[in-house]
């Protein structure tokens, strides 16, 4: 136990969890306040604009911020990031031109017609993500992690005291919608303020240095951009499908219990995911093995999942406690959901190995392979008779079984990349 607290593994995630946690508390705390502030109407806007940030923010920059972390070397990984931003940039013109262009026509593809004028805020709002990335990955590969705890919570104090004092002088869904926009940027300016020291003289980027790193890492846009997007449309199959097949009531039941469910993971999802992936990159760099660090922090989080099992089993009265006595299904939902969703932690290690060894398009299938079960789960549920909740389970079932799958793929990439680099003897490999 002295061994693991004093680790800088360990130290490196604490410093980011405990600035995560902070951070939802502060959300937390401020919530009942700006619940107050804006209407339900503001706040359902404000979600729309999210799910369009969240769909299209990982494809704005083709992923490339990600590489910044596997790059060679300082200079390398500098330049990737001043390629992301020039990326990205083009591209939220792109968008910015498209909706100049045929904004009625993109709303209704979108499903955002309510939107209306708020739209105009994407081009920017995607833009400052974009640049969000860059300075998380950079300071993730300097392993300056308390510096990112810090700036998680400052960051959170500011946008919701912004909320708060817009909200004040004007309750509208503009207000939420601009604060989102611009909130990536103040992490930005936060986080560049305390890397400042890190910064190393280089060169001017020239065309061929240019093409040379895009091409390098080609894997990202290739494979990881589909990923993610796919992943992201894989979170809403169940929310569409239940409102389909079943009824909005359902969906809503989903909803609420999927956000629930998700504190843990958001949780140690962001305050592991970018110290290991600093970490493999580190280990591959030094040409030292990876699989002993996948199996272990693998082993590790596994604990998490009967722990949130077993919660999940008392939350039919926590939830009508909590949320109302209508909300009592929900924690039914809870309890099959729990499988999947703490199941799920598990997998965080295999998911940011995979640039590493370059198993990217390994990723890509298996998260095709993935969306395509879930919907076959849960159609094939509603075609055999099943109700809500045998469709709850079917899904919960078969994305626990998915998501050991997945480990498992990325554990035998880890393995056969160790071998071929002589990092691990052949006979080792079990």
């Known amino acids: 136990m002295r061994r693991l607290l004093t680790s800088p593994l360990f130290r490196s995630v604490f410093a980011v969890a405990s600035g995560t946690a902070a951070a939802q508390a502060v959300a937390f705390a401020f919530s009942p306040l700006i619940t107050r502030i804006y209407g339900p109407e503001a706040f359902g806007l404000q979600a729309v604009f999210l799910s369009l940030i969240s769909i299209l923010g990982p494809a704005i920059s083709l992923r490339y911020p990600m590489a910044i972390i596997v790059a060679d070397d300082e200079t390398d990984a500098q330049y990737l990031g001043r390629l992301s931003l020039m990326i990205a940039f083009v591209l939220s013109c792109l968008v910015g031109l498209a909706l100049w262009i045929a904004r009625g026509a993109i709303l209704a593809l979108l499903g955002a017609e309510a939107l209306g004028s708020l739209i105009w805020f994407l081009p920017l709002a995607l833009f400052f993500t ?15 992690f308390r510096v990112f705890g810090v700036v998680t919570v400052v960051q959170a104090c500011l946008t919701n005291l912004a909320r708060v004092l817009g909200g004040l002088a004007a309750p509208v869904a503009g207000i939420l919608v601009a604060v989102t926009s611009i909130a990536p940027s103040v992490q930005v300016a936060l986080l560049s303020f305390g890397i400042r020291s890190r910064r190393i003289a280089k060169p001017p980027l020239g065309l061929h240095r240019a093409r040379g790193l895009l091409r390098k890492h080609r894997d990202f846009p290739i494979y990881r951009v589909p990923t993610d997007v796919l992943n992201a449309a894989s979170q809403s199959v169940p929310v569409i499908l239940l409102t389909t097949l079943f009824s909005p009531v359902a969906a809503g039941l989903y909803s609420l219990t999927r956000s629930v469910l998700g504190l843990p993971l958001h949780l140690i999802g962001m305050s592991t995911g970018n110290v290991l992936y600093a970490r493999f990159a580190e280990l591959d760099r030094d040409g030292k093995a990876l ?9 590790h989080l596994l604990i998490v999942f009967p722990i949130i099992a077993l919660i999940a089993w008392f939350a039919p009265p926590a939830f009508a406690l909590m949320f109302g006595e209508e909300w009592r299904e929900a924690g039914y939902y809870a309890q099959w959901m729990s499988l999947w969703v703490g199941f799920s932690i598990s997998n965080i290690p295999s998911i940011r190995l995979a640039p590493v060894i370059k198993a990217q398009n390994l990723l890509l299938i298996m998260n095709i392979a993935i969306l395509v079960i879930r919907v076959l789960a849960m159609v ?9 909740m045998a469709a709850i389970a079917a899904f919960s079932l078969v994305s626990l079984f998915a998501n050991a799958g997945l480990i498992l793929a990325i554990i035998i990439v880890a393995q056969h990349h160790d071998t071929a680099a002589g990092r691990l003897k052949p006979a080792s490999v079990k």
Do not use: F, I, M
Request: glycine share 12%; charged share 20%.
């Open 130 to 144: 974009a640049c969000q990335d860059v300075s998380e990955y950079r300071t993730a590969r300097l392993n300056n």
């Open 291 to 299: 699989t002993p660090l996948l199996l272990k922090t693998t082993a």
């Open 380 to 388: 094939g549920t509603y075609w055999s008779g099943g109700g809500e």
